[in-house]
T-cell receptor
Framework: DSGVTQTPKHLITATGQRVTLRCSPR?????VYWYQQSLDQGLQFLIQ???????AKGNILERFSAQQFPDLHSELNLSSLELGDSALYFC???????????????FGSGTRLTVV | DAKTTQPPSMDCAEGRAANLPCNHS???????VYWYRQIHSQGPQYIIH???NNETNEMASLIITEDRKSSTLIRPHATLRDTAVYYC???????????FGTGTQLKVEL
């Protein structure tokens, strides 16, 4: 157990639907990162939050959004889902915001999203 | 442009050292070299990182050349459970996240 908790582990939904993925960071970590991993794209950085504020944005689609709550857990919202959104979604946390976080990221076990 | 170049795959016999190379010829002075691994569909796992000096921890050793243009991750006494994709990442100096490339698929065999 890495200390980063992601729920649900598996999610199957239909095209056009909306889902929410949840991440609880490791105790004491203020920074949360979201990554998407599909078969043909590898690990793609989506977005980062630090202590409730958005700090960095990557290749995140406009249909996707995220937030970090006062208790530091984060949610990734995916809407108008398409078949191509099927992927593993990982959350990672770190003590500080990169590049000050020299202790590495701790990743959760991911949420496998299947859009049918 | 990719910051790192890694061989797509490598094999290693169980019990032997796995030496994973990484080229990062455009690395700048304030960028670190990070290594992560991902065991089949699990979340990536941090292994080690370094700036200039060689580093060692309970998981591996990181050897960085003097000109910092390349590095080698050494996993001594590899086991079957070390079969994974190993990612070499160069980041820092104003960057704000880790960018994963395609990595090296290490297969440890009997």
């Amino acid at each position: 157990d890495s200390g980063v908790t992601q729920t649900p582990k598996h999610l199957i939904t239909a095209t056009g639907q909306r889902v929410t993925l949840r991440c609880s960071p490791r105790s004491g970590d203020l920074s949360v990162y979201w990554y998407q991993q599909s078969l043909d794209q590898g690990l793609q950085f989506l977005i980062q939050y630090y202590n409730g504020e958005e700090r960095a944005k990557g290749n995140i689609l406009e249909r996707f959004s995220a937030q970090q709550f006062p208790d530091l857990h984060s949610e990734l919202n995916l809407s108008s889902l398409e078949l191509g959104d099927s992927a593993l979604y990982f959350c990672a946390s770190s003590v500080e915001t990169f590049p000050s976080s020299l202790y590495g990221y701790t990743f959760g076990s991911g949420t496998r999203l299947t859009v049918v | 442009d990719a910051k790192t170049t890694q061989p797509p795959s490598m094999d290693c016999a169980e019990g032997r050292a796995a030496n994973l190379p990484c080229n990062h010829s455009t690395i700048s002075g304030n960028e670190y070299v990070y290594w992560y691994r991902q065991i089949h569909s699990q979340g990536p796992q941090y292994i080690i990182h370094g700036l200039k000096n060689n580093e060692t921890n309970e998981m591996a050793s990181l050897i960085i050349t003097e000109d910092r243009k390349s590095s080698t991750l050494i996993r001594p006494h590899a086991t079957l459970r070390d079969t994974a994709v190993y990612y070499c990442i160069v980041e820092g100096g104003g960057g704000n996240k880790l960018t994963f490339g395609t990595g090296t698929q290490l297969k440890v065999e009997l």
